[in-house]
């Protein structure tokens, strides 16, 4: 009982925000303003007590499998969460439906939970869903918006297609090998061509998740059409979470198959990366050009994903970190332009410096990081990520990733371009921060600067992911 | 008559799934959309439950994964449909043709 307590703890504390919020919205309910008070002040308990308490073991007859890696990798989702509540606080308040939007929104988290700490396809196939249905209604939470509901279907339809691909690999899978557990699979295996047709349906369906390149079409439209907390939502802690399972999965589970997926991480990674660097050269809303731009970091990811050894593991641990702050400062800048000018284009943010120099800096200082300029921490995630996809010596390989780092300087630079440098008549107003709001902000700025300097955090997830 | 075996079941379920697949890419209406999906939903259930009973017989996890996909397939398709139904009351029609704000 008392290890069910403290390996669960990060669900069982997510479970319980739920709960509460629900009784509130059953019961009397409360006012906007206090209920998102409330909501920040319970996710910041959640984020701290991931702190603590964390062990090794198992639960549930295997099913359930949790370290101190695995912690960490929850306590990053929990921080990004909590920084949307601040960051879309603006949008938050306004939502005639608050108890709701954090009711689905923490369900997905649940979800994301349990799919990290999965140790068996049926608990994954679950976990799986329970993240992504919930994400699909929160698309759809502008309900009166054309587009927002058009982004939703699309996110619906494609999210059940794969999945629907990926059940017919996982039984094929239980066909060939009898069994549905991570350690059973991986002793099972003995790559016949069955198991290699069953791993391409797996592979498909992880593809689709992270939106890897042949897969990547919804991507934009579902980014374009959600409101901006969503979009984060979506940018951030899904892409995190399934980065996070697809590496258990190809490293756990597929180690006897390991010369397939290098060949099919390689080809995909490079195709991830110039594409989605392609196409955003030519966007124009913000938030499609966002949607463009993490698609090619996540083929940045693959290249990490690829070295198959513990390096490979925190590279894009510490990667992901340094995503979230520099991702979520980003959004967070679009959301409050947005929110109080509707503007989303980028020739509209013109002479955005003038106005308002707090949004600019923060806005320079991510898209810096993003396209991993030094001394922001993006750089050192980058280069950590080409390093550890060294390891197999593809050097053509690297410098195909680094020469698409160039291409996305310039895209980057452009929108810094744009906001310092363009004269512009009729540019964005002075906009006054609420102060949540700029707390995030400072909170990402914060984390963007030092996160790179501080050598303990890559030494602390070094030793989490050697340990394994 | 013969009786029918493992090879005869997965024969229809792998066409199920490609009919399922095909489905999905060709028609335009959202509900005959989702009606695919259930077909490759239907063709992995075939697929549990024949590989359970001809090749695992006495390790349950196929079954036990069919009626998980069986209820979480009723989740996935009330969730479609209310957003199928909110898209129709934007757009006045449930085609996905019509449905093309979000463009390149």
Known sequence: MNEFLTLMKSELVVTAIIFLLLFIKIGKGMKNDSLLSLVQVLLLVNFIAGFFLNSTGNLFGDMFYTNPLIAFQKNILSL??????????????????????????????????????????????????????PVAAMANFDLDKKRSSEGAMKMILSSAFSSGILLFGISLLYGTTGTISFPEIAAQLDGSSVQILAFVFLFTAFAFKLSIVPFHLWTADVYEGSPIAVTSFLSVISKGSVAFIFITVLYKVFQPMQDVWYTMLVILAVATMVIGNLFALRQQNIKRFLAFSSIAQVGFIL???????????????????????????????????????????????????????????????????????????????????????????????????????????????????????????????????????????????AGIVLIGLLSWVYDHIHTLSFKL | MIEPGLYHILFISAALFFIGIYGF????????????????????????????????????????????????????????????????????????????????
């Open chain 1, 80 to 133: 990004g969460v909590y920084l949307i509540s601040l960051l879309c606080a603006d949008w938050l308040k306004k939502t005639q439906h608050l108890a709701e939007f954090f009711m689905l929104m923490l369900s997905a988290l649940l979800g994301m939970f349990l799919m990290i700490s999965s140790n068996n396809l049926l608990i994954f196939y679950l976990a799986l869903e329970l993240a992504t249905i």
């Open chain 1, 303 to 445: 290249v990490g994903i690829s070295s198959n050894d513990y390096m490979g593991i925190t590279a894009v641990v510490y990667f992901v970190l340094i995503y979230v702050f520099s991702n979520l400062a980003a959004f967070g800048v679009a959301s409050v332009i947005s929110e109080h000018s509707g503007k989303e284009n980028i020739d509209e943010y013109k002479g955005l410096y003038k106005t308002n120099p707090f949004l600019s800096w923060i806005l320079a200082l991510a898209l810096f990081s993003l396209a991993g300029i030094p001394p922001t921490a993006g750089f050192f995630g980058k280069l950590f990520l080409l390093t550890a996809g060294g390891a197999k010596a593809a050097y053509w390989f690297i410098t195909v990733a680094a020469l698409n780092m160039i291409i996305s300087l310039y895209y980057y630079l452009r929108v810094v371009r744009a906001i310092f440098m363009d004269k512009n008549d009729n540019p964005v107003g002075k906009i006054k921060i609420s102060p949540s709001v700029k707390l995030a902000l400072l909170i990402c700025g």
């Open chain 2, 25 to 104: 890419l060709t028609r335009r209406n959202l509900i005959t959309m989702l009606m695919s999906i259930e077909l490759i939903l239907n063709s992995v259930n075939l697929n549990f439950i024949a590989f359970n009973k001809y090749v695992w017989p006495d390790k349950m996890d196929g079954l036990f994964f069919t009626l998980f996909i069986i209820a979480i397939a009723a989740a996935e398709a009330a969730v479609a449909i209310a957003i199928i139904i909110n898209l129709y009351r934007s757009h006045q029609s449930i085609d996905v043709e019509n449905a093309e704000d979000l463009k390149y």
